[in-house]
């Protein structure tokens, strides 16, 4: 009840800026680490002079499952911060790209076990638990559309590795 | 008669929409857990594709129809894929072989819609075009290991090559549609995509030492809406959700 009321106070003082950074601490839920804003999915947050919300963002991969999940994350956000009125659009241009990864993104992703993708297609890929440049591809499809499969030669584990696009 | 983008789109939606379907039915069949997921992953870029182009060619019709609605309930004479992409999943072989002919023709056809003047297109083409340039990578990858492989993997995927290569000219064939959509600056002439799919296809069988089928028959009609009679299979599997619970909702 408390916390209706204190959404209901936030309502009047909230600005655009603030739900932009609200909205920054969605997280993806397939790499529970980064946020969208880490991934460079949200593009923008605008809102209207009658209250409307819209936020645009965009896909990492065409077929992203996670689209839907986010798109009702946003509004689930905006609407306990008093937006009622939310629009969510999707953009395809420019085309996402994982430069738009922060350093900082990647970071987490290595300290969550995944090989962040690299700045330079000749930067070397390090495991991320031996810190090696040592790995051999076992697939270029892991377990989300967006990683590949690897082993270490060195310490001999097995890695995520986030594919450059 | 329906907006000309919307039946240019419908074009690249069905193929990607139909390839995926098939894709789909080969999940928990690959040969190797690692391909299993790289089966899954392609059919789902491709699903994606079709999704965002499904979702705009509704969008210019002032019926009101949803992507949804244009994928589950059109019928079989209204879908207009390529025949390759329709055709039944065979053997590992079929499934590569396939791929390979379908990636080597959006690895061109996406680079060349990215250009193009109608912006949502353009943007789903250029990262259309991303995913085609990696599916192509793997494909080809298994042409060779296929076909260079043993005596088996090249006699079965030399046979696919054979029973598939009556459906390429069908990716390049130019109707009216195309030329409409070449003078307003949206599309291109599939015509023009062919000299680099065959460069692909030569290098690729050249290391995988396969030789282009000698049968020179040609099957064509998917554009305008005339199929094999497997679409109509994969459609009743497909679309029986939607058909017999109308609107129904995951």
Same mark, same amino acid.
């Given at each position: 009840m408390d916390a209706a009321l204190l959404s209901?106070?936030?309502? +009047?003082?909230?600005?655009?800026?603030? %739900?932009?950074?609200? %909205?920054?601490?969605? +997280?993806d839920p397939e790499i529970p680490v980064l946020t969208i804003a880490d991934l460079g999915i949200l593009r923008d947050v605008k809102e209207s002079p009658d209250g409307e919300v819209v936020v645009t963002i965009t896909p990492t991969y065409s077929g992203c499952p996670a689209m839907d999940h986010l798109r009702s994350e946003i509004e689930r956000v905006l609407h306990e911060h008093g937006r009622d009125r939310v629009q969510v659009l999707t953009t395809f241009q420019p085309a996402w790209t994982t430069d738009w990864m922060t350093a900082q993104a990647k970071?987490? %992703?290595?300290?969550?076990?995944? !090989?962040?993708?690299?700045?330079?297609?000749?930067?070397?890929?390090?495991?991320?638990?031996?810190? !090696?440049d040592a790995s051999r591809l076992v697939s270029e499809f892991g377990a989300t559309a967006c990683k590949a499969l690897r082993v270490c030669t060195s310490c001999g584990e097995p890695f995520d590795h986030f594919k450059e696009i | 008669m329906s907006h000309p983008l919307h039946r240019y789109l419908l074009r690249h939606a069905d193929d990607n929409l139909i390839l995926s379907q098939r894709l789909s039915e080969y999940i928990s069949y690959a040969p190797e857990l690692e391909e299993d997921l790289a089966v899954a992953n392609i059919a789902l870029d491709h699903l994606g594709v079709a999704m965002h182009l499904l979702e705009h060619a509704a969008s210019l019709d002032a019926e009101g129809k949803t992507g949804d609605d244009l994928a589950f309930l059109r019928s079989e004479r209204e879908f207009v894929n390529l025949l390759l992409v329709e055709q039944p999943n065979g053997d590992f072989a079929h499934i590569v072989t396939r791929q390979f002919f379908f990636d080597a023709y959006q690895a061109v056809l996406w680079p060349a819609l990215a250009e193009s003047r109608a912006e949502i297109l353009a943007g789903i083409a250029a990262k259309a075009a991303k995913e085609a340039a990696y599916h192509l990578r793997h494909s080809t990858s298994w042409m060779i290991r296929l076909g260079d492989g043993t005596a088996e993997s090249h006699a079965r995927t030399q046979t696919a090559v054979d029973a598939l290569w009556r459906y390429v000219d069908e990716m390049f064939e130019s109707d009216e549609l195309d030329a409409e959509m070449v003078a307003a600056g949206i599309g291109v002439n599939p015509t023009d995509l062919r000299e680099a799919w065959e460069q692909q296809v030569s290098v690729t069988f050249a290391e995988a030492t396969l030789a282009r089928s000698g049968d020179d028959y040609q099957r064509r009609g998917g554009r305008d809406g005339f199929h094999t009679e497997h679409l109509g299979h994969l459609l009743g599997e497909m679309q029986w959700m939607q058909r017999s619970y109308p609107g129904q909702q995951w």
């Amino acid at each position: 009840m408390d916390a209706a009321l204190l959404s209901g106070a936030a309502m +009047v003082t909230t600005t655009t800026r603030e %739900l932009r950074d609200l %909205l920054a601490e969605v +997280v993806d839920p397939e790499i529970p680490v980064l946020t969208i804003a880490d991934l460079g999915i949200l593009r923008d947050v605008k809102e209207s002079p009658d209250g409307e919300v819209v936020v645009t963002i965009t896909p990492t991969y065409s077929g992203c499952p996670a689209m839907d999940h986010l798109r009702s994350e946003i509004e689930r956000v905006l609407h306990e911060h008093g937006r009622d009125r939310v629009q969510v659009l999707t953009t395809f241009q420019p085309a996402w790209t994982t430069d738009w990864m922060t350093a900082q993104a990647k970071d987490k %992703l290595t300290e969550y076990g995944i !090989a962040p993708p690299r700045s330079e297609a000749t930067d070397p890929i390090l495991c991320p638990r031996c810190s !090696a440049d040592a790995s051999r591809l076992v697939s270029e499809f892991g377990a989300t559309a967006c990683k590949a499969l690897r082993v270490c030669t060195s310490c001999g584990e097995p890695f995520d590795h986030f594919k450059e696009i | 008669m329906s907006h000309p983008l919307h039946r240019y789109l419908l074009r690249h939606a069905d193929d990607n929409l139909i390839l995926s379907q098939r894709l789909s039915e080969y999940i928990s069949y690959a040969p190797e857990l690692e391909e299993d997921l790289a089966v899954a992953n392609i059919a789902l870029d491709h699903l994606g594709v079709a999704m965002h182009l499904l979702e705009h060619a509704a969008s210019l019709d002032a019926e009101g129809k949803t992507g949804d609605d244009l994928a589950f309930l059109r019928s079989e004479r209204e879908f207009v894929n390529l025949l390759l992409v329709e055709q039944p999943n065979g053997d590992f072989a079929h499934i590569v072989t396939r791929q390979f002919f379908f990636d080597a023709y959006q690895a061109v056809l996406w680079p060349a819609l990215a250009e193009s003047r109608a912006e949502i297109l353009a943007g789903i083409a250029a990262k259309a075009a991303k995913e085609a340039a990696y599916h192509l990578r793997h494909s080809t990858s298994w042409m060779i290991r296929l076909g260079d492989g043993t005596a088996e993997s090249h006699a079965r995927t030399q046979t696919a090559v054979d029973a598939l290569w009556r459906y390429v000219d069908e990716m390049f064939e130019s109707d009216e549609l195309d030329a409409e959509m070449v003078a307003a600056g949206i599309g291109v002439n599939p015509t023009d995509l062919r000299e680099a799919w065959e460069q692909q296809v030569s290098v690729t069988f050249a290391e995988a030492t396969l030789a282009r089928s000698g049968d020179d028959y040609q099957r064509r009609g998917g554009r305008d809406g005339f199929h094999t009679e497997h679409l109509g299979h994969l459609l009743g599997e497909m679309q029986w959700m939607q058909r017999s619970y109308p609107g129904q909702q995951w």
